[in-house]
């Protein structure tokens, strides 16, 4: 029999960073504190896909964090439970118009926690609804 040989690749790591040279830091603004962090997120997931405004809410429905917005969101997070669950459909208008909102349930240390986009078209909201619950739940665990 003859012995096969496998071709040998090299182990390719990245570069270590080098005592005096900076790091490559690819996020602009990087927040110490929580509150901050979550705002700044909801606020580029508001711009990116034109939304309203996306709001984090408790399994009470009461606000956690929420985008930049002179709104008062307390209506809107009691009801993002239930549209969260599946038991309840929201019709939200603002301004007389009908605005579409989504809604995405995760779990962060055992609690609950309904992130909820409003406005936008569909598959805009859905892509910055997923991308907010990430973010939310990557910054509430760190």
Not at 13 to 34: A, C, H, I, S, V
Not at 58 to 78: K, R
């Amino acid at each position: 029999m003859e012995t096969q040989q496998i071709e040998k690749r090299p182990l390719r790591l990245p570069p270590l960073p080098r005592p005096g040279k900076p790091l490559y830091e690819r996020r602009r603004n990087r927040f110490q504190d929580t509150k901050s962090a979550l705002i700044a997120a909801f606020d580029g997931a508001v711009s990116r896909g034109e939304l309203d405004l996306v709001v984090i809410a408790d399994e009470s429905g009461f606000v956690v964090s929420q985008s930049t917005t002179d709104l008062d969101l307390t209506m809107l997070a009691a009801v993002a439970p239930l549209v969260g669950r599946g038991r309840a459909r929201a019709t939200v208008k603002r301004d007389g118009q009908e605005r579409g909102l989504s809604v995405k349930t995760i779990e962060v240390l055992g609690e609950t926690l309904y992130v909820a986009c409003l406005g936008g078209k569909f598959g805009s909201r859905e892509r910055e609804l997923a991308t907010s619950a990430s973010a939310a739940k990557r910054i509430l665990l760190s």
